[in-house]
């Protein structure tokens, strides 16, 4: 089993719909990432979270420390939203700089 | 953005021969990293660098070694290249603890 596990693996929606995309770890963190791996390969950090939530745009990223669990939502969604969405987590035992471990990954593909 | 690039941006070659990528970065930051990314696996880590000439292993680091002699720049070598080795590979930078910035990514095929 993953340290990470996102689900869905792949989601399909509608322009305009809400979007949730989840992730459960099973291991002590200090910090949580969202990223976003564009269709053309290159890969941006979204969100970096220890507790709560934080908003940027449309887009909010949640978690629950004593679920070990985080969600990204994102609202209205538009095609331009269509990407890979990438969770990482940094363990709490990490002691050398920011060593990542990343889930597989979340296709969103948004129609318009 | 920080400044990343990498090189090459693509690259075709052949079962045995050496293999060298190179990272550079004009931010300054003081950790860098060298990862893969495979269908059916996340991002890898192989290789990170704390400091200039302190390196250590990740997660995937058999048949990759790594140099770090100056702040800028960060190569990933493959020392004999394996079929396995073909590979989406990123490098990317942090300043500490928060966010990590990615580079492009170099698209490697060992035939």
């Known amino acids: 089993k993953n340290e990470v596990e996102q689900s869905p693996q792949n989601l399909t929606a509608q322009e305009g719909e809400f979007i949730t995309i989840n992730c459960s770890y099973s291991?002590?963190?200090?910090?949580l990432h969202w990223l976003q791996q564009h269709p053309g390969g290159g890969i941006v950090s979204l969100f970096m979270?220890?507790?709560g939530k934080k908003k940027h745009g449309r887009l909010i990223a949640t978690i629950n420390i004593q679920e070990k669990h985080s969600s990204l939502h994102i609202t209205a969604s538009h095609p331009r939203d269509s990407a890979v969405y990438i969770c990482?987590?940094?363990?709490?035992?990490?002691?050398?700089?920011?060593?990542?471990?990343f889930g597989e990954g979340t296709q969103l593909t948004v129609n318009p | 953005d920080a400044g990343i690039t990498q090189s090459p941006r693509h690259k075709v070659t052949e079962t045995g021969t050496p293999v060298t990528l190179r990272c550079h970065q004009t931010?300054?930051?003081?950790?860098m990293y060298w990862y893969r990314q495979d269908p059916g696996h996340g991002l890898r880590l192989i290789h990170y660098s704390y400091g200039v000439k302190d390196t250590d292993k990740g997660e995937v680091s058999d048949g990759y070694s790594v140099s770090r002699s100056k702040t800028e720049d960060f190569l990933l070598t493959l020392e004999s290249a394996t079929s396995s080795q073909t590979s989406v590979y990123f490098c990317?930078?942090?300043?500490?603890?928060?966010?990590?910035?990615f580079g492009p990514g170099t698209r490697l095929t060992v035939l």
């Open positions: 979270l220890s507790s």
């Open positions: 931010e300054n930051h003081r950790y």
């Open positions: 291991v002590g963190i200090s910090a």
């Open positions: 990317a930078t942090s300043r500490n603890y928060n966010e990590q910035f």
């Open positions: 990482a987590v940094r363990s709490s035992g990490e002691t050398s700089g920011s060593r990542l471990t």
